[in-house]
Nanobody, 127 residues
Framework: VQLQASGGGLVQAGGSLRLSCAAS????????MGWFRQAPGKEREFVGA????????VYADSVKGRLAISRDNAKKMVYLEMNSLKPEDTAVYFC?????????????????????WGQGTQVTVSS
């Protein structure tokens, strides 16, 4: 599985950005794609995840209502739509996928549960 994130940039507080993640390889095997972020000096944290099959999603409490994940199965693309951005959303954003053997019914939310990572894309929100 190979992942490539893009779409980051500099935006003012209250603005919007859409991040993209292009996936290739055995992408659908684990049926989950996740987004994480890492701010300077902080640990990488879970943002949200989506199931390829159903499109069902889960989000961290800190982003609920402002961020939305969607997918395009035909293109093997996953998107992170970010609205009402805040300076505290400033971070490097990563898309990730669990092992191709992941079969658990719940959404994985820890870094350790993800085996494949994109290179990250920087999002900077100015106040």
């Amino acid at each position: 599985v190979q992942l490539q994130a893009s779409g980051g940039g500099l935006v003012q507080a209250g603005g919007s950005l859409r991040l993209s993640c292009a996936a290739s390889g055995q992408t659908f095997s684990s049926n989950v794609m996740g987004w994480f972020r890492q701010a300077p000096g902080k640990e990488r944290e879970f943002v949200g995840a989506i199931r390829w099959s159903s499109g069902s999603t889960v989000y961290a409490d800190s982003v609920k209502g402002r961020l939305a994940i969607s997918r395009d199965n035909a293109k093997k693309m996953v998107y992170l739509e970010m609205n009402s951005l805040k300076p505290e959303d400033t971070a490097v954003y990563f898309c990730a996928a669990p092992s191709i053997y992941y079969t658990r019914s719940y959404f994985p939310k820890s870094v350790e549960e993800y085996a494949y990572w994109g290179q990250g894309t920087q999002v900077t929100v100015s106040s």
